[in-house]
């Protein structure tokens, strides 16, 4: 070998050696940068339940993370080229013409009916604030308002069993990063961690949380997880569904959507991403109805909208009074309220109950004691999905139990409950109030079109 031979060789080797080097710690920033924020980002203020391990069964069944965009009205992802999430739908399944919240199509309402798989009237949470004339006879609190920590937290004002209460009691662990209900014991059992809800927490650090989860070991990793994106929602009410300031809201929560989906297929798990809405927006007419106005409201108590009278003399003057008294309402004895609205069943939505017609702000009084009287925020919702379309919300949903390519009518969002229980291998409760969801609604998206048996639902039928 000549000298100068060696000598190009000697070089070649320090140039590639440098250029190892190069690459190698470019890869180390590019792993650092990817990993920066779960290392470095504060610890997020999870509490815990006191529960063991995943059951062997439960260790061996995929996991569901269950997205809620508030307020992400059913056509926003085609009308503003939301591509992640539209990817999601041609990946999964997605009702191109929305999906039918209960009514009211309200937050609270609409969260706890998708957890719960039960009209607003058999879970409980009538309104995102209402009475209870039993809990006042009983002596209890008797107001219920999302704005009440005490409230809120108390599981003795919610009925069914959400999802986490169904997986905890059969040996799976869960996770929320907020869900409405995730902060009360409800049905024996809450979350294996939660957090109390707090709406500054970035919303990167919450996609990075889901990816913690699923990054512990399978002993303790959540199988059931759900997080919860308020944007669409907010901007909504401020600007209305059309503002460029909602559209840039759709945008933000889409590439979201796409972080957490890229995050997701990283960790190499059978993963079934469920993105959810609760409820569209519509633009609102900018006067106030006050029911005040029409009726003679003596002897009502009054929270928002709903009426509680105090006799049945009440009740009937009022209903009267308010019968033909404008065309932005109907008003209905609560025993009367149409069947196909499922809210004629709950003394908590007050006694009669006004039903708006259009997009119209609705109050029993006008505020009092010099309260100033603010004008109906742009946006709103709450009216009834099957007489406005642009109360319905969005569906979304891929993943190894989800057929490709499937499409799905508009559905009552009571249903998901039974298909996302079906996709993890828990036994639906047998506990009353029955379910109003039905698997049969959505079980031809499943490639097992909801046929396998779970495994503790064969052990009961024994
Ligand atoms: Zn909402
Ligand atoms: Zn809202």
């Given at each position: 070998m000549s000298h100068s031979v060696a000598t190009q060789e000697r070089t070649s080797v320090r140039i590639s050696t440098r250029f190892l080097l190069a690459v190698a710690s470019l890869l180390f920033l590019a792993a650092l940068s990817l990993t920066a924020q779960p290392t470095t980002a504060p610890a997020l203020p999870i509490l815990h339940s006191d529960h063991g391990p995943n059951s062997v069964a439960a260790q061996r069944a995929p996991y569901v993370v269950l997205v809620s965009l508030d307020?992400?009205?059913?056509d926003y992802a085609a009308r503003d080229h939301a591509e992640n999430l539209l990817r999601l739908g041609r990946d999964g399944v997605w009702a191109p013409d929305g999906m039918l919240p209960s009514y009211p199509s309200l937050t609270f309402p609409n969260h706890l009916s998708l957890i719960t798989g039960l009209y607003p009237e058999h879970h409980?949470?009538?309104?995102?604030s209402f009475l209870d004339p039993a809990r006042a006879a009983a002596g209890k609190p008797d107001a219920y308002s999302i704005r009440d920590q005490q409230a809120v937290t108390d599981g003795s004002w919610y009925s069914g069993v959400p999802l986490w209460s169904l997986a905890e009691s059969q040996g799976m662990r869960t996770a929320c990063l907020?869900?409405?209900?995730?902060e009360a014991k409800i049905a024996s059992e809450r979350p294996s961690e939660y957090l109390r809800f707090d709406d500054h927490i970035d919303e990167s650090l919450r996609v990075d949380q889901v990816v913690r989860w699923l990054r512990e070991p399978p002993a303790t990793r959540p199988h059931f997880i759900t997080v919860y994106f308020s944007d669409a929602d907010h901007a909504g009410h401020a600007y209305g569904p059309d503002a460029p300031q909602t559209r840039a809201a759709i945008h933000h929560l889409d590439q979201l959507i796409g972080q957490l989906r890229h995050a997701l297929a990283a960790t190499g798990l059978p993963i079934d991403l469920v993105v959810v809405s609760d409820h569209g927006m519509v633009q609102t007419d900018d006067k106030w109805v006050t029911l005040s106005d029409y009726a003679d409201l003596t002897g009502f108590q009054t929270d928002g909208p709903l009426l509680y009278g105090n006799t049945e003399a009440d009740r009937q003057r009022v209903y009267d009074q308010l019968k033909h008294a404008s065309d932005k309402f109907q008003v209905y004895r609560l025993r009367n309220l149409p069947a196909a609205l499922h809210f004629n069943q709950n003394p908590r939505a007050g006694d009669p109950v006004v039903i708006p017609t259009g997009p119209y702000a609705i109050r029993?009084?006008?505020?009092?004691?010099?309260k100033p009287d603010r004008p109906p925020v742009v946006g709103s919702h709450g009216y009834n999905p099957l007489t406005m379309p642009q109360m319905k919300a969005s569906f979304f949903a891929a993943g190894p139990e989800i057929r490709p390519g499937s499409r799905v009518a508009p559905f009552e969002n009571v249903n998901l409950y039974p298909w996302i229980a079906h996709m993890l291998g828990l036994s639906l409760p047998l506990a009353a109030p029955p379910l109003d969801g039905k698997l049969n609604i959505l079980s031809g998206t499943l490639r097992d079109n909801g046929e396998t048996a779970a495994p503790r639902a064969q052990e009961q039928a024994h």
């Amino acid at each position: 070998m000549s000298h100068s031979v060696a000598t190009q060789e000697r070089t070649s080797v320090r140039i590639s050696t440098r250029f190892l080097l190069a690459v190698a710690s470019l890869l180390f920033l590019a792993a650092l940068s990817l990993t920066a924020q779960p290392t470095t980002a504060p610890a997020l203020p999870i509490l815990h339940s006191d529960h063991g391990p995943n059951s062997v069964a439960a260790q061996r069944a995929p996991y569901v993370v269950l997205v809620s965009l508030d307020g992400f009205r059913w056509d926003y992802a085609a009308r503003d080229h939301a591509e992640n999430l539209l990817r999601l739908g041609r990946d999964g399944v997605w009702a191109p013409d929305g999906m039918l919240p209960s009514y009211p199509s309200l937050t609270f309402p609409n969260h706890l009916s998708l957890i719960t798989g039960l009209y607003p009237e058999h879970h409980g949470i009538v309104a995102n604030s209402f009475l209870d004339p039993a809990r006042a006879a009983a002596g209890k609190p008797d107001a219920y308002s999302i704005r009440d920590q005490q409230a809120v937290t108390d599981g003795s004002w919610y009925s069914g069993v959400p999802l986490w209460s169904l997986a905890e009691s059969q040996g799976m662990r869960t996770a929320c990063l907020f869900w409405p209900g995730s902060e009360a014991k409800i049905a024996s059992e809450r979350p294996s961690e939660y957090l109390r809800f707090d709406d500054h927490i970035d919303e990167s650090l919450r996609v990075d949380q889901v990816v913690r989860w699923l990054r512990e070991p399978p002993a303790t990793r959540p199988h059931f997880i759900t997080v919860y994106f308020s944007d669409a929602d907010h901007a909504g009410h401020a600007y209305g569904p059309d503002a460029p300031q909602t559209r840039a809201a759709i945008h933000h929560l889409d590439q979201l959507i796409g972080q957490l989906r890229h995050a997701l297929a990283a960790t190499g798990l059978p993963i079934d991403l469920v993105v959810v809405s609760d409820h569209g927006m519509v633009q609102t007419d900018d006067k106030w109805v006050t029911l005040s106005d029409y009726a003679d409201l003596t002897g009502f108590q009054t929270d928002g909208p709903l009426l509680y009278g105090n006799t049945e003399a009440d009740r009937q003057r009022v209903y009267d009074q308010l019968k033909h008294a404008s065309d932005k309402f109907q008003v209905y004895r609560l025993r009367n309220l149409p069947a196909a609205l499922h809210f004629n069943q709950n003394p908590r939505a007050g006694d009669p109950v006004v039903i708006p017609t259009g997009p119209y702000a609705i109050r029993a009084r006008a505020p009092q004691g010099g309260k100033p009287d603010r004008p109906p925020v742009v946006g709103s919702h709450g009216y009834n999905p099957l007489t406005m379309p642009q109360m319905k919300a969005s569906f979304f949903a891929a993943g190894p139990e989800i057929r490709p390519g499937s499409r799905v009518a508009p559905f009552e969002n009571v249903n998901l409950y039974p298909w996302i229980a079906h996709m993890l291998g828990l036994s639906l409760p047998l506990a009353a109030p029955p379910l109003d969801g039905k698997l049969n609604i959505l079980s031809g998206t499943l490639r097992d079109n909801g046929e396998t048996a779970a495994p503790r639902a064969q052990e009961q039928a024994h």
